[in-house]
Every structure is written in C-alpha cells, then in structure tokens.
C-alpha cells in the first residue's frame, strides 16, 4: 500500500509559479511510475504529466508542454510539478498518481494509488 500526500497549491497570479510535491510513504518508491491529473471547475479529470521509475523519461500533456516540468527524488520518496507562466485555464485540484509497473498511462485508470489533492487557482 502507497499513500501518496500533495502539497504546494496555492493561488497565483496568471505568468507566476508555483512547485507541487507529492510524497509517498513506503520504501518501494522507485518502483512506481509517478503522474500527475488534474480536474478543473466541471471538467473531467485529465492528464497532466508522467515519469517513470528512474526519471529517465517524461510525458506531457500538450497543454502544459514548455510550461511544465516533471522531476522526482527516488532518495526523498517526492515527485514534483514545478508549474511555470500558469494561466486561469490551469485553475484545477490537482493529483498525483502512482502504479507499479514500466509504462506511463495518460488515462487514469491503469493507477493504483491516488493522492487527494491540492487545489491550484490562477488569477487573471
């Protein structure tokens, strides 16, 4: 079992930064696959980015590509968003997600370990 714990949300203003951190508990956090999703206002839950067990490769939606960047820390058992020239349309809880295995999924089905969120919110 993984518990995996969100931190780091806050509100901005549109053009700002902001870092996310995501930590899990356990001692086989280099087993995982880590991802962020993220929900907005009435939308449904959607991919954001992934990385794979060592960091070696990194996956993101187009939206957030150049803007966003994935990294972890296997030896702080951390992945992190850091989230740069954020616009109201990136207003969203976001979530990171774990699943043992090899591959990034951009659907969030195949996850088995879900954090619960921290809320994200972009000023105008």
């Known amino acids: 079992q993984v518990q995996l714990v969100e931190s780091g949300g806050g509100l901005v203003q549109a053009g700002g930064s902001l870092r996310l951190s995501c930590t899990a508990s356990g001692r086989t956090f280099s087993s995982y696959v880590m991802v962020w999703f993220r929900q907005g206002p009435g939308k449904e839950r959607e991919f954001v980015a992934g990385?794979?067990?060592?960091?070696?490769?990194?996956y993101y939606a187009d939206s957030v590509k150049g803007r966003f960047t994935i990294s972890r820390d296997n030896a702080k058992n951390t992945v992190y968003l850091q989230m740069t020239m954020l616009e109201p349309e990136d207003t969203a809880v976001y979530y990171c997600?774990?699943?043992?295995?090899?591959?990034?999924?951009?659907?969030?089905?195949?996850?088995?370990?879900w954090g619960q969120g921290t809320q994200v919110t972009v000023s105008s």
């Open positions: 990385i794979t067990r060592s960091g070696g490769s990194t």
């Open positions: 997600a774990a699943r043992s295995g090899v591959s990034v999924y951009t659907a969030n089905g195949p996850y088995d370990f």
